[in-house]
């Protein structure tokens, strides 16, 4: 079975907000160095308006700031994976990430391709089947997801036919 789309600027957002849901070394990673510069900032912003006199209060500033930013976190990190996709779609290879491409099972496993790449995907290597409100999520046991927006079905009834021949191809013991 076969489905044909074309990329939007929203689904390599959804790309890069996957990866940091799913990836436990791009969210340490991100948390820990995002984290670690709202604590400075805090810390400095209070030590500078404190007549350049370090104390407890600026190390508190400095958690509160941690805090605030890591709540806030997901909308930020949004924001500027919109920013950042804008400008990436302006480049010679960011052109080719927003060519239509085919999403196709087939008997070893997802094969998605378009003028740009041809990738095949076995089926072993996905771990789970996850249906979001825009789209079909594909988690992968090296930690990346495989994302094809719910658009790219002509009906609700393709979708079905995809889940389940999707889901027919198993591994013995596997969790889809």
Known sequence: MEIRYEPSLQ???ESGLEAFRTNKVIRRNTMVSNGLCAFLFGALLYYSFDDFNFSLACLLCGAVA???YLLFLPKTLSF???R??????GTPAGKTS???RTVCLNSKGVRIY???FDKLYPYANIVEIRLKKDY?????????SLIVPLRAFESPQQ??????????????????
Do not use: M, N, W, Y
């Open 11 to 13: 689904d390599l957002v």
């Open 80 to 82: 500027f994976l919109r």
């Open 84 to 89: 950042r996709s804008k400008k990436f779609v």
């Open 114 to 116: 378009s003028d740009g």
């Open 98 to 100: 927003l060519t239509p």
């Open 136 to 144: 079909l999520i594909l988690p992968l046991k090296d930690g990346t």
């Open 66 to 68: 941690c805090v605030l």
């Open 159 to 176: 979708q079905e036919q995809f889940l389940a021949e999707l889901r027919s191809h198993r591994p013995a013991g596997g969790s889809l």
